[in-house]
């Protein structure tokens, strides 16, 4: 298969570079001016993950990109070209619709920290939320978390992002049964069924908005955010901030997914969050307890 080659050059606008490919990009030229309307795209929303990108147009066999004026074309054009041909050389799509024609679905499943739990990843993102089922009853408008609960072991189901974590029964062996979940959700995918009806889904209201939060309580959920959500979802599961107490000094976190119930959740709690959010707001917080979602 042919590789692309991206080279660059000047167009009449200071502000905007040419970026062409030696190979057939798109049939007819598309402006985008956010990352929102790239969502079908997932070059260009490779390239306004970059912090300097103002807009972006898709042509037959280029990307013409308007940068703002925070750095020169000079410091980031070649690695910019290097960039979008390491994306498209290793399989990035310019447009989503190629995927399924040009990549099967593949899903792998991982071990979790809690033993009553596997995390089955698949190789394409499948949700922009996250989604918990612990009941049967509460999956009408999901259909896979549906499916997924006819089978008997099968006691709770969470989707985030790119996997789906699963709780099975007491007295039930992953051993038995990983190989039968893993090639139910990958020819579910693979046959474009319908996974979830997010549109019918409307996220909790929260006790209060993050505006109306204490300045603790903001820098909690900043940490959390950026700190704790990252490993926790590679254990195939969720954190999300309840509340804080001001007098007591008390944080409550809700756990989802694989970490609800786990058996090392609290030690993980006592030796990694709370002390980690005691060093980061010192004084501040006195014990974190953790709350099964």
């Known amino acids: 298969m042919e590789k692309h080659t991206i080279k660059f050059k000047e167009t009449s606008r200071e502000e905007e570079l040419e970026f062409y490919s030696n190979i057939f990009l798109s ?5 985008f001016e956010k990352i929102d309307q ?12 970059l912090p300097f990108v103002k807009k972006v147009v898709l042509n037959k066999h280029s990307v013409y990109v308007e940068k703002l004026n925070i750095l020169d074309w000079k410091d980031v054009q070649n690695e910019l070209c290097k960039q979008l041909e390491d ?6 799509l310019v447009n989503e619709s190629e995927l399924k ?14 033993p009553n739990a596997m995390k089955f990843v698949v190789n394409k993102k499948l949700f922009d939320d996250v989604y918990e089922f612990k009941k049967v009853e509460h999956t009408n408008d ?33 051993d038995e049964n990983v ?3 893993r090639e139910f959700i990958r020819s579910f995918i693979q046959d474009d069924n319908t996974i979830i009806y997010k549109e019918n889904f409307i996220k909790k209201s929260e006790p209060n908005t993050i505006e109306d939060l204490d300045d603790v309580s903001k820098n909690i959920i900043e940490i959390i955010e950026k700190h704790v959500k990252p490993a926790v979802a590679s254990d195939g599961g969720n954190i999300v901030f309840k509340s804080y107490d001001n007098e007591s000094k008390k944080v409550n976190v809700i756990l989802q997914g694989a970490c609800s119930g786990c058996p090392s959740s609290t030690i993980t709690l006592k030796s ?3 002390n980690m959010l005691k060093e980061m707001l010192p004084g501040m917080i006195s014990s974190v307890n953790a709350i099964n979602g």
């Open 179 to 181: 190989m039968d979940v």
């Open 38 to 49: 790239a969502k079908d795209f997932p070059l260009i929303q490779q390239i306004f993950y």
């Open 272 to 274: 990694g969050i709370e």
């Open 27 to 31: 049939d007819k030229r598309i402006e």
């Open 142 to 174: 999901a259909p896979l978390a549906k499916s997924l609960f006819s089978f008997p072991f099968v006691k709770e189901v969470f989707f985030d992002f790119n996997f789906i974590s699963i709780i099975q029964k007491d007295n039930s062996n992953w």
């Open 101 to 114: 024609k040009a990549s099967p679905v593949t899903v792998y499943a991982e071990s979790t920290p809690n």
């Open 87 to 92: 994306f498209l050389n290793d399989g990035g």
